[in-house]
């Protein structure tokens, strides 16, 4: 049957590449770069969502509301055999396995009714950006890959895509068959630069899979990829905030008096950085108008993505207090729906770096200076806390390192990354910090969350460069240097010690982080300077 093209008002332009590129003949009707609006039409008459009261579009993803990781997968071939870290992080699948999940992929996107088409960039550089073709058979989906990859000019859309995604959310793997671990599968081949992806509704599985694609490749071109945020000041000063998912790297970085130029992604070229969206994806349990306005008014407009909210069925106004569905509720919108947003996603060299960790344990100040050796072993430790519901079955805060506050999104040897950061922090003179939103005054489940209104006034403070010439004192297990005073913080908090009952039970849980640093770091000493390895905390 022949492929009907849909051309309805909206569209941005016919790729002239048909479907044929990617080995597709569907039977059903083939919907091209969509509007929202069009979009929207779809998802309603197909069943996926409803409207929320805002005018947001709500869909529920269960049984998976966060990623899958140990369902991620790269082929192994000449392409990857010598370049990927191969391991737990980075699993491999053979080519011919790869080939019969492409085959029954294709087969299951033909005998959809309808299919969805959108081409986007990923990369607002246009030097290092690539462009990305994601065909899927739900509406909703595809607005959501409109909402965060870059949207294209019409002249763009004549291009071969570079990458393809290949998203058939309700097909199960075959472990027997396909090689895989279970019935999820994530699956990325650079010789035939395809992405595959079944047996999961969550959206995240989309852009975390060209992110993992831009961090292969970009490395080799001489761009630092980051999992990261960016924002400028008005005089052109960029900082930049890394963490996992739950840190505050969305939150931090919307800021009114700063542009924001991405919430998660971003590259480091010699033209300074650049978002690799064009979007946000935003956690939202518990967000308030008073705690972060902006996140919150986008959650209210058309074209946002509500992914496993919860709406009152009277009134379908969303209750951000309610995880009943997921911890990891989440809002996609394109980032032009944050008033102060670098539209170009463009910006300069940065001055100030921030790690943001989410320290469960309840031992690390909320703000610390680092030197450039510190700045690489703290990124290649990556600590944080993993926050509840961000991956299937985490429920509650753990403990982990998350090499280069990314490790899922890594196909390189983390040393590749950690190399290209202190290049970059020594050529341009950028100054790293070490911001803990996680707990003070005892571990999770004894001690408190650290207050945003604190950690925003540090953050502001640290970014503003108000804190370079601070007075210091160092950390005495973990050796970093720490302000005695911010102004807007309680001077007590800046020392965590002061904040426990029990001084003697914070040694004991300090001396017992610190360990698990040196432990974690093994691995990487026979692959970084004696300086680095040396820059963690000091053992008694």
Known sequence: MATKVSDRAGTRGKSRHGLE????????????????????????????GCIAAGGGFAAVTAPHTGRSPDDKYTVRDEATEATVDWGK?????????????????????????????RDARAGADETYGISVRVITP????????????????????????????LHAPEMQACPDRHGTRSATAIVLSFAQRIVL??????????????????????????????????????????????????????????DQDRGLIGDDEHGWSDHGVFNFEGGCYAKTIALSPEGEPEIYAATQRFGTILENVVLREDTREIDFTDSSITENTRASYPIHYIPNAVLSGVGGHPHQVVFLTADAFGVLPPIARLTPEQAMYHFLSGYTAKVAGTERGITEPKATFSTCFGAPFLPRHPSVYAEMLGEKLRKHRAQVWLVNTGWTGGPYGEGTR??????RSIVRHAVAGDLDDAEMVADPVFGVEVPVEVSDVPSELLRPRNTWNDPTAYDARAARLARMFEDNFDKYRSHVPKTVAAAGPKLG
């Open 89 to 117: 992080v980075n699993a491999s699948i053979s080519a011919e396995k790869f080939r019969l999940l492409k085959a029954d992929v294709i087969t299951h996107l033909n005998e959809q009714d309808t299919l969805f088409v």
């Open 450 to 455: 650290m207050r945003l209104s604190h950690t």
């Open 21 to 48: 590129q990617q080995g597709l003949d569907p039977r059903g009707d083939t919907h091209l770069n969509l509007s929202p609006a069009a979009l929207y039409e779809h998802a309603l008459a197909q069943g996926e």
């Open 197 to 254: 992806i079944c047996g999961t509704r969550y959206a995240g599985e989309i852009k975390k899979s060209i992110f993992t694609v831009l961090n292969f490749i970009l490395p080799e071109r001489g761009v630092f990829p980051m999992h990261c945020s960016a924002n400028v000041g008005r005089d052109g000063d960029v900082a930049l905030f890394f963490g996992l998912s739950g840190t505050g790297k969305t939150t931090l970085s919307v």
């Open 138 to 165: 739900n509406a909703w989906q595809s607005l959501f890959a409109y909402n965060m990859f870059i949207r294209p000019q019409a002249h763009e859309l004549t291009r071969q895509p570079d990458f393809v995604v």
